[in-house]
């Protein structure tokens, strides 16, 4: 497999529709910035649109728009994000949670550039590149019949794939340095690096949370610095607890914290399949990656 820098520089000015896969928190959405930067279409919008975070009741009033009178809270027309987007990229986050019932509705717009704002029979044009982005196994979605093969088809016609951080520990130290020097500017803190045992903590870390994570993890080591270096101690960085751990020693938070990061790990970072272990769903799972910096 390419490196993906090496893939994001070959199809980045080409304009073709890209999924972007991987873990959760391993930079998808980094990936997607990097694409429309170095596309034809930068000095236009990126629009980013986390399907994930979005319930079907209002899905379509979200991408598409609404005019005033459309439903009882639709007080003002609304443009929605595929106008938003015109001439530039559209971001669909997570795009394995597109409700089945509105996948024919996103292939529409997607093939013909055609749409209708909710509550109009007015027909609107756009011409948006659309870039998306998931951690499910979307053929296995269309082999459950969830999600549509045709879809698929138009998503993917480049697929990147992001490895998980554990899987390129070379990157690490060069990313806690990079967020090293944008949360010391934040804090206003003089930090000139880390001392060898905090790296080596960061080298051995299984980072269920990725990048994601890592930076959760070098924000709270810069605020708690008390040198011109992070030291190992600042970084509060958790150890398997299996042996030993006792939960009446733990908080109800880390309780919750402690089993998701161990589902996500035994699930190999998938969101989805971490979820149903958890009997949580996909939405609710991810606010808590949020709450935890997962």
Aim: glycine content about 8%; overall charge positive; hydrophobic content about 40%.
């Amino acid at each position: 497999m390419q490196p993906v820098l090496e893939v994001i520089a070959k199809v980045g000015p080409s304009g073709a529709n890209i999924l972007i896969t991987g873990e959760n928190g391993v930079g998808k959405g980094l990936v997607a910035q990097q694409l429309h930067t170095i596309s034809p279409r930068a000095s236009k919008s990126l629009v980013t649109v986390n399907t994930g975070g979005l319930s079907e009741g209002v899905f379509e009033s979200e991408l598409f728009g609404h005019v005033k009178g459309a439903y009882t809270d639709a007080k003002t027309d609304r443009v929605g994000r595929f106008e938003l987007a015109d001439g530039g990229t559209l971001f669909l986050d997570e795009i394995a949670n597109v409700p089945l019932n509105q996948q024919a509705k996103l292939l529409r717009v997607m093939e013909s550039g055609e749409f209708e704002r909710v509550g109009s029979s007015k027909t609107r044009r756009v011409n948006a590149r659309i870039i998306s982005a998931t951690n499910a196994d979307l053929r296995g979605e269309v082999a459950a019949g969830s999600f549509r093969e045709d879809l698929l088809f138009r998503l993917n016609t480049v697929e990147i794939h992001v490895p998980p951080l554990r899987s390129r520990r070379e990157d690490i130290p060069p990313l806690a340095d990079h967020f090293l020097r944008q949360h010391s500017i934040r804090y206003r803190k003089h930090l000139k690096g880390f001392e060898a045992d905090a790296m080596r903590q960061f080298l051995n870390h299984s980072w269920p949370g990725n990048i994601r994570e890592l930076d959760h993890a070098v924000e709270r080591a810069v605020l708690m610095a008390d040198g011109d270096k992070v030291k190992g101690k600042d970084l509060a960085l958790q150890p398997p607890r299996d042996s030993g751990a006792r939960l009446e020693e733990m908080s109800l938070e880390e309780v919750e914290c402690f089993l998701i990061k161990k589902t996500l790990s035994r699930n190999n970072g998938n969101v989805s399949q971490a979820a149903s272990a958890l009997g949580l769903s996909r939405s609710a799972l991810y606010r808590r990656l949020q709450r935890y910096g997962l």
